[in-house]
């Protein structure tokens, strides 16, 4: 029973800091690639960044410089520190597995149930 439950969501402040966590349970966590999505009010889940199990990463330009992500595999844990954030990175931020080194929502099939960020 695979299951991913993000957290760490909430409001914040333009210019301010948070850092998303997602709790992997259920597989072998540290064999497949781990990616954070985004769905903003009104628009299609977005991919925003992914690691894979070699700690590689990909990150959507908008947030390229300003978020990073990481894994700690002991943990069974990916997070997402979200730094600088705008109004535009307001939405619901999801926890997602994948088996490849993408940022296209098709390619992960098991999701947490998300988590909303608030930038005002």
């Known amino acids: 029973h695979v299951q991913l439950v993000e957290s760490g969501g909430g409001s914040v402040k333009a210019g301010g800091s948070l850092r998303l966590s997602c709790a992997a349970r259920?597989?072998?966590?540290?064999?497949?690639?781990m990616g954070w999505f985004r769905r903003p009010p009104g628009k299609e889940r977005e991919g925003v960044a992914a690691?894979?199990?070699?700690?590689?990463?990909r990150y959507a330009e908008s947030v390229k410089g300003r978020f990073t992500i990481s894994r700690d595999n002991t943990k069974n844990t990916v997070y997402l520190q979200m730094n600088s954030v705008t109004p535009e990175d307001t939405a619901v931020y999801y926890c997602?597995?994948?088996?490849?080194?993408?940022?296209?929502?098709?390619?992960?099939?098991?999701w947490g149930q998300g988590t909303q960020v608030t930038v005002s």
């Open positions: 259920g597989y072998t966590y540290d064999t497949y690639c």
């Open positions: 690691i894979d199990k070699f700690g590689a990463t």
């Open positions: 997602a597995r994948g088996q490849a080194l993408t940022l296209q929502p098709r390619m992960y099939g098991y």
